[in-house]
């Protein structure tokens, strides 16, 4: 890039370094920059400026794991992207990351990336150079046009997945110079909810929910803490309308109707489990039980033809549920409906998602926790278009085939019959940075860049535009390049060549596909360019010049646009005939098949990280291989148990999985997870797990055009096989009676403070015996530590100094399970594989315990779940720290548990004497598994453990120690309370934990665990006194007291 | 003082019938230190060759790291420390019968004491292996040992392990040392019948022992004294060992009646490897004459005792698991006899608790074959004693999220038989090497030779 | 037999008779003793009579026994804890000297030292082990013979020879003691 680029860098690092410091408190240094010049990572010749050796430069970009597309801070040492934090300032995800943007970074530096363009010869590729390719494909496409070429004559058609509205814009201009058709296709996608939003309200925008204004939150399977339009924004919602306020005791009631609990109804505070495709039924059945006649307009008959009554039939559940369902939209207002998505997409999901739109309607919700905008740039992808793309391919009419940003070869039912007419194309182009099914049968692979390393920009929402940015130089180790600065080139190519005639156009192509003729290739040299231009044309309303308008928004990482007004639309009359009925599903098996994307894999493009791979189920807590989710007692009936490997015969294919029983889904039906079964991906995700989508129908759902996952009907057939599935899971959700996660009753809230008076009392006898929770004094300040008379041993100054602990909101966690990606990148947590985790030697420095208690005790589907993120406790008598025969584990005068790995000989007695199990053993050089160049991800600033030593959280000391430093640079002042924020907190979307020094009255983390909720597990039965505090999950049903 | 001839006579506690001089004691037992026969030259063979096993496969596992084994989490603890805790045990009777049995002047000990304390001294070298076997970082085990380093770093002398490294090092010296100095006046008597190369080596071991009365006044008080040191050592090493497991909070090991527990547990499995060590010796080396059921019948006595406090103990633990009524215990303890374990804990009832209930019958205790089976059962019992409060107990711990199921792997199982080869291996030489029966103490009991069949008196 | 090795009257020679009996070996030694001999016995076991008539008393072992129990228990005491304070780290909140699992370290060490240093005294007392070779020395002592060795020199010899002869001995032989 030019010269005064970097120049404009450098002024703009002084300025942010004052800024951000204040800002965010991180230290982070939020460049306004990419540092696209460095030519070699290590060592340096000359140094950029904007980087300091030992020192973390931070860039703000846009995370593109998803079509959410959350803000990122991306933390860089020595030019290399380590790790990677929720943007607290970005206007939709505020702050927060899920596991699967953590697990970008293995994409980033995934060993599987190509190293250059791939050309086909016979079975194989060759690398090639780039001006090769791109003239390659520029001559295929001249070619495929030419009418005097009678062989492989043919229309040019572009698959686009989701990407950025510039890059949109330029694969339309792409298409347009080529006179070709785009289709656009992404595996999950909430077409359904758009086509109901055009039909309800003419606009084809998601709405968009605010799910932390209601206080009744209704899901119709909707899993918007799995995967969703908006995970981490969504998850932040939810833990804001049900965490409980300590002082009014509020708290948002969340009911889930579905046929199985994802880890969305899981957290659900009710779980009314519907049939399958009853959604609709349901929705209206409310609407008409509370709907003034002229609130639902239009739809005023179609609610008569519905009564609860006739919704709990279909639903196949009792009608007091309906009734007080209903009850509820009217007297807990403001409430909130969720319509299905993509794991309840059946052959109505439109009409359902049109009738929860309707119910929201009716209950006055929109404009109020649901917003309908004006039309986004975002392009609606559908299974539809694709349907004739792939009928001109197989009838041969296609000539050049250009797959971007998308696998369809894989995550397409075999049904459709895509690979067949994909294979038919003369010539496939792919621009797959790394193999994938698609790019398998390619002919030309261009692979892109990762989005860290190249330039884009995402409109989450109206109103908000958001630039990607660079962060670091292309990983040195593959040859990339940009896919918009490819088309570029390959538009110049193209219109360097005299024009040829305009081809006919394809089928289902937009009406009058431009010729070459018509269209110009775009002026812009490069992609960057081609950004800045589109920007400049949006940031008209600017009062600041372009430059310093666009520095702001890298340095922010997003411009903000007056939205567009999102008055409360009329709803306007259905243009086309809708069954709200229950669909009828193929075949004639017993159980409904229930595919959904998974929290971990999405629709497949995560299977080859690592992490996502051995990262535990939220639901299930499996790792690396597939399981079919079946209620015990419908196992029960068949004489199935536990990691049975069946044959699970859908009309359209079969499979071969193991069963993992699960009590959080109907009896009739059974549950299987996209993502995995890859074949030819890379090493993480080839061979593991099955394909769940071969089981699906090939014909899209009508109108919207999207894939079904909930269509057909399944048989069993035992193999008489059986495996012991990879789990963490010691005792199948089971806690034995033991106040591990235990949860109190809202009503109880108030009441239960006189025990937590005690429970105060108890705390300070604690103190006086050397507990370290501060007692304030008279005056109000902690007192000393430890008290005179003290029985524990501590040091001399124990009592100056912080003391650092955590707290940890049960009642907000939803068990997302971003905190345990998060402690694996900034810790180096390796991974260890299937067969060392089925023997139980996962590495997991903090996990997140799933424990079924019952709503009923009576009724096994009535599930109360609770979670519980299990990290190192700390403990101030640290059962392991005596047991240690060379102190290679002792407790430092700051109260944290500090495991000295080069210290440790490896006796394991240590982990033996954890009741917590929180201390993982090296029992291997599992790093030595870790390929370039994967292993750059590793922070410099902790060490990579040795075979055969003890590991555990160290409460990120390297961050607490980073703190102190500055601080003590800065003229020895204190640090400040949310200066030292660990990986967990930092990326924890619900902010359900809190990290601080407990003996500062007025930190955050004291103030929270003055909460009657407070409770620390085992402590009462083994006095360990953990730094670490959690706080009930608060119920609004009665819970066992043995659970106290 | 004065003594007469029936005191002299009466000294001979144990009636030798075939044993009329004294040096017929050197003739029989010294005989087994000549040139050993095709049976030896076998079982020495298949010893050396378990140890190659055991090297190899410890060596596997250094490279490889301790993955090999199948140990996990939640059990970091598995064959390993199960063997080694197996081994300390077997290492007691040894001391127990030379030492305890000396000071209370027990007439049988004479003629098995020497080959007692042989295995314990082999006992101690094979179970000091397996703590370095098991951890992590073999390659830093010194550190537990107090030296000073450049930066002072002591060992944690609050760890349980340190005092497990304390108490072992000085049961093998103290027990090595007892050992050789009961050995010096026998390998005086090898060496002036020896020739050859066992000759010079006899000359150099015996120190130039000559039994002057100098000689055999001081060896008398020093024995007496070692003995009186040996005891208590006896008694609180395997307390120690206990310790390792109950200074820990895991149910199941925390309880306070460990230490008499395990010691119990250790006189019980160290006196049945005992017998059936000397069981074949005796037949090989045609010991009849000094291993006369005799001494088998108060063994087996002694064994009978032990494990009717070892099962007390067993019910005990039992028993205050519920009456604790904490849920942790109770399930801890449950899941012993009716969870993925429940073999391991049948066995150890059956071989410790059930079978030697059958040492309450003389004819048994007379029966030297069915002794010897008996021992076998009980050797396998004790070994599964301390699998399942090792293993059973870290399985099912305080966090249920956490429980885990351990499977031993081919590495672990190969290196526990090595280790019985290892032992052999330096029994099998002690047998050729060094006299395995006490030669001057058996003369001791003997009626000593007489010219005046009348008192020592007449002579003034 | 062997003979004689060193001429009468050498320097200090003396004589040795071996015996088949206990009772003559006793009384020869007694009659020596009160002829005021030195007489010193062999014997191939530990026989009381012969010390008695010898007329030992109790050994100076228990000395050594003692001292080194004494040193061994204070070390074991003293070393935790001074490594404790030397570099005080808390570990499960207990105090940086917690004496309980220190006693056991005073106990093992009480052991370790006490048996060694008897060991050492045992050695050291009875003059082992014996760098110089005995050449006046009957092999069957350790086998079933006792011996009674007197070292005299001209007519003291020879009234101590008349001693040992008187009780029948097996054989007798004179020299120097070591070569």
């Known amino acids: ?1044 | ?460 | 037999m062997s003979t004689a090795v060193s001429s009468p009257g050498g320097q200090n020679s003396g004589v040795l008779a071996s015996y088949e009996y206990l009772d003559s070996t006793v009384d020869a030694i007694e009659h020596l003793r009160k002829a005021g001999f030195k007489p010193q016995a062999y014997a191939p076991y530990p026989d009381h009579h012969i010390e008695h008539a010898l007329g030992y008393g109790r050994s100076p072992v228990r000395v050594w026994t003692l001292c080194g129990g004494l040193t061994g228990a204070a070390t074991g005491l003293a070393f935790p804890t001074w490594t404790s304070l030397d570099w005080p780290l808390v570990v499960g909140g207990k105090p940086i000297v917690s004496i309980p699992p220190y006693v056991i370290f005073t106990f093992e060490l009480m052991v370790l030292f006490g048996a060694l240093s008897t060991i050492i005294g045992i050695f050291v007392l009875s003059r082992l082990p014996a760098i110089k070779p005995a050449v006046l020395y009957d092999p069957e002592f350790t086998a079933g013979r006792y011996g009674v060795y007197v070292e005299a020199d001209g007519a003291r010899l020879d009234e101590a020879r008349k001693i040992l002869k008187a009780q029948e001995p097996i054989e007798m032989r004179e020299g120097a003691k070591h070569a």
């Not at chain 1, 846009?62 to 801070?73: K, T």
């Not at chain 1, 990407?163 to 339309?172: E, H, K, N, Q, V």
């Not at chain 1, 310093?548 to 008055?567: D, E, K, N, V």
């Open chain 1, 1 to 1044: 890039m030019s010269r005064d680029l970097a120049e404009r860098h450098d002024g703009i690092l002084r300025r942010d370094f004052l800024k951000v410091v204040g800002v965010t408190g991180a230290g982070a240094t939020i460049a306004g920059c990419s540092t696209g010049d460095v030519e070699r990572l290590l060592p340096y010749v000359v140094a950029p400026e904007e980087i300091t050796p030992g020192v973390a430069t931070w860039y703000t970009t846009v995370c593109r794991g998803c079509a959410a597309e959350c803000g990122m801070w991306v933390r860089t040492r020595e030019g290399r992207a380590v790790k990677i934090e929720g943007n607290p300032t970005h206007p939709v995800s505020q702050g927060g990351i899920c596991s699967r943007g953590h697990a970008t970074l293995q994409h980033l530096y995934n060993p599987d990336r190509f190293h250059g363009p791939m050309i086909r010869e016979g079975d194989t590729f060759r690398q090639g150079t780039w001006d090769e390719a791109e003239r390659l494909l520029a001559a295929r496409l001249r070619r495929a046009a030419s009418p005097t070429n009678t062989v492989d004559r043919g229309d040019v058609v572009v698959i686009a997945g989701h990407t950025g509205p510039t890059m949109s814009g330029l694969i339309d201009q792409f298409v347009a110079v080529l006179g070709a058709t785009r289709v656009d296709y992404d595996a999950v996608t909430d077409a359904p909810m758009l086509e109901a939003a055009r039909i309800a309200y003419g606009t084809a925008t998601a709405p968009r929910y605010d799910i932390g204004a209601a206080s009744l939150l209704v899901s119709f399977g909707y899993d918007f803490v799995d995967t969703g339009s908006s995970p981490v924004e969504h998850n932040k919602g939810l833990a804001r309308m049900s965490g409980v306020n300590d002082e009014s005791h509020a708290k948002g009631r969340f009911v889930f109707l579905g046929p199985r609990l994802s880890l969305t109804g899981q957290n659900a505070d009710e779980w009314i489990p519907i049939r399958p495709g009853s959604e609709a039924a349901i929705a209206l059945g409310i609407a008409s039980a509370i709907a003034t006649p002229e609130a639902a307009g239009p739809y005023a008959n179609l609610l008569q033809a519905y009564s609860p009554a006739a919704a709990a039939e279909a639903a196949g559940v009792s009608e007091e549920a309906i009734v007080s369902l209903a009850e509820r939209f009217r007297s807990e207002g403001p409430s909130l409906a969720l319509g299905p998505g993509v794991g309840a997409h059946h052959r109505n999901a439109t009409a359902a998602n049109l009738a929860v739109m309707i119910l929201n309607h009716v209950a006055g919700n929109v404009g109020r926790t649901v917003h309908y905008e004006a039309q986004s740039s975002a392009a609606t992808s559908r299974m539809g278009d694709m349907a004739s793309a792939i009928e001109a391919m197989s009838a041969g009419r296609i000539g050049v085939a250009i797959v971007h940003g998308t696998n369809p070869a894989y995550s397409l039912p075999a049904q459709t019959g895509f690979r067949e007419a994909f294979e038919r194309v003369p010539f496939k182009v792919s621009f797959a940075s790394a193999m994938d099914e698609t790019s398998a049968m390619a002919d030309l692979i261009l692979p892109d860049q990762h989005f860290l390393e190249s330039w884009g920009d995402s409109m989450p929402r109206p109103g908000v535009l958001a630039i990607q940015q660079p962060v670091m130089s292309p990983v040195s180790t593959f040859d990339s390049k940009h896919s918009g600065d490819v088309m570029l080139a390959v538009m110049r190519l193209v219109a360097a060549a005299p024009p040829v005639a305009p081809a006919p156009a394809a089928p289902g192509a937009p009406a009058a596909a431009p010729a070459p003729a018509r269209a110009a290739a775009p002026a812009a040299a490069t992609f960057y360019e081609y950004l800045q231009s589109s920007h400049r044309a949006a940031y008209t309303d600017r009062t600041v010049d372009f430059d310093t308008a666009w520095r702001q928004a890298l340095r922010m990482g997003y411009a903000q646009f007056a939205s567009p007004a999102a008055a409360s639309p009329a709803l306007r009359a259905p243009d086309r005939a809708l069954s709200f009925d229950v669909p009828t599903f193929d075949g004639s098996g017993d159980l409904t098949l229930l595919v959904h994307p998974s929290s971990r894999f999405g629709g497949g493009e995560f299977a080859n990280s690592a992490w996502m791979q051995e990262l535990p189920d939220p639901v299930a807590k499996i790792v690396w291989h597939s399981w079919l989710e079946i209620n015990p007692a419908t196992a029960a009936a068949r004489g199935l148990v536990n990691g049975d490997i069946v044959t699970l015969a859908s009309p359209h294919g079969s499979v071969e999985v193991p069963v993992w029983l699960y009590p959080g889904i109907r009896e009739d039906a059974v549950a299987l997870a996209m993502g995995t079964g890859h074949t030819s991906m890379g090493r993480y995700a080839d061979r593991h797990g099955v394909n769940a989508v071969d089981l699906l129908p090939g014909t899209p759902e009508q109108p919207s055009g999207a894939m079904v996952t909930v269509a057909t009907t399944v048989t069993l057939e035992p193999t008489g096989r059986a495996m012991r599935h990879a789990t963490v899971d010691g005792a199948n959700g089971d806690q034995h009676d033991r106040p591990i996660a235990p949860a109190v009753q809202l009503a109880l809230l108030g009441e239960t403070a006189e025990a937590a008076e005690e429970e105060h009392g108890e705390l300070m006898e604690l103190q006086a015996g050397g507990g370290f929770i501060p007692v304030p004094a008279e005056d109000g300040s902690p007192a000393s530590f430890p008290l005179p008379g003290s029985r524990y041993g501590e040091y001399a100054n124990a009592h100056e100094g912080p003391r650092w602990a955590m707290a940890i909101d049960l009642d907000k966690c939803t068990g997302c399970s971003a905190c345990v990606t998060a402690c694996q990148a900034e810790n180096n947590v390796p991974w260890t594989g299937e067969d060392q985790v089925r023997m139980g030697r996962d590495m997991m420095w903090i996990r997140i315990e799933r424990y079924y208690e019952h709503v009923d005790a009576t009724q096994a589907s009535d599930l109360d779940i609770r979670f519980l993120p299990m990290l190192c406790q700390h403990c101030n008598n640290a059962p392991c720290e005596p047991v240690c025969p060379v102190f290679a584990t002792y407790h430092t005068p700051e109260g944290v548990n500090a495991q000295v790995y080069n210290r440790c000989v490896g006796t394991r007695y240590c982990a033996n004497n954890c009741p917590y199990k929180v201390r993982v053993f090296n029992w291997y050089r599992y790093t030595d598994a870790i390929p370039e160049p994967l292993n750059w991800q590793w922070n410099p600033d902790v060490t990579v453990r040795d075979n055969g030593v003890m590991e555990k959280c160290s409460f990120c000391m390297q961050r607490i120690r980073e703190a102190e430093n500055r601080a003590a640079l800065e003229d020895q002042r204190p640090v400040r309370d949310g200066e030292i924020v660990p990986a967990c907190e930092q990326s924890c979307p619900a902010e359900a934990i809190v990290f601080g020094n407990i003996r500062d009255p007025n930190a955050r983390v004291t103030q929270v665990v003055a909460s009657e909720r407070t409770y620390r597990v085992l402590d009462a039965i083994i006095n360990t006194q953990p730094a670490v505090q959690y706080l009930r999950k608060v119920t609004f049903h009665e819970v066992a007291a043995a659970e106290h």
């Open chain 2, 1 to 460: 003082m004065a003594t007469t001839e029936k005191e002299i006579v009466n000294r001979g506690a144990l009636a030798h019938p075939d044993l009329t001089r004294l040096d017929d004691v050197n003739r029989d037992v010294l005989k087994m230190l000549t040139r050993p026969g095709k049976g030896w030259w076998m079982l020495f063979g298949a010893a050396a060759a378990g140890v190659g096993l055991f090297v190899t496969l410890w060596a596997y596992q250094m490279i490889r790291g301790i993955g090999v084994a199948g140990l996990t989490s939640p059990v970091g603890w598995g064959v390993y420390i199960t063997t080694f805790v197996f081994w300390v045990g077997i290492a007691h009777s040894g001391t127990l019968i030379s030492a305890v049995l000396f000071l209370f002047r027990a007439p049988w000990r004479q003629s098995i004491y020497r080959a007692a304390e042989a295995m314990t001294v082999f006992a101690v070298m094979t179970a000091g292996l397996f703590p370095l076997i098991h951890v992590g970082r073999v390659w830093h085990a010194y550190w537990l040992i107090p030296y000073p380093n450049s930066r002072f770093l002591w060992p944690n002398f609050k760890s349980p392990l340190v005092m497990d490294v304390f108490a072992i090092t000085t049961y093998f010296t103290v027990s090595a040392t007892f050992f050789y100095l009961g050995c010096i006046p026998d390998i005086a008597a090898a060496r002036d019948r020896a020739t050859g190369w066992r000759k010079h080596l006899y000359r150099i071991i015996s120190l130039g022992w000559q039994g002057t009365d100098a000689q055999w006044h001081h060896f008398g008080n020093a024995y007496v004294f070692l003995a009186a040191l040996a005891t208590p050592l006896v008694l609180s090493v395997h307390s120690v060992v206990s310790w390792d497991f109950a200074l820990g909070i895991v149910p199941g090991w925390h309880t306070t009646i460990f230490a008499p527990y395990f010691v119990a547990g250790a006189i019980f499995s160290g006196l049945a490897m005992v017998i059936t060590l000397v069981v074949p010796m005796r037949k090989i080396f045609g010991l009849e004459a000094y291993l006369t059921t005799k001494h088998f019948d108060a063994m087996a006595k002694l064994m009978l005792l032990t494990s009717l406090i070892v099962f007390y103990a067993y019910l005990s633990e039992f028993f205050l698991a519920w009456y604790s009524g904490e849920e942790v215990e109770r399930t801890a303890f449950w899941n012993r006899v009716f969870g993925n374990y429940w073999w391991a804990t049948w066995t150890m009832l059956t071989c410790n608790g059930l079978v030697p209930i059958i040492l309450w019958f003389k004819r048994v205790r007379h029966s030297i074959p069915a002794l010897f089976i008996v021992t076998i059962f009980i050797n396998i019992g004790m070994w599964f004693e301390r699998y399942v409060i090792v293993v059973v107990s870290l399985s099912h711990e305080y966090e249920p999220f956490a429980w885990g199921v351990y499977r031993p792997s081919f590495v672990e199982i190969g290196i526990l038989i090595g280790s019985f080869c290892w032992f052999g291996f330096w029994f099998l030489l002690f047998t050729r090497l060094l006299p395995p029966v006490a030669i001057q103490e058996l003369k001791e009991v003997m009626p000593p030779p007489l010219r005046k069949k009348k008192s020592l008196e007449g002579a003034h």
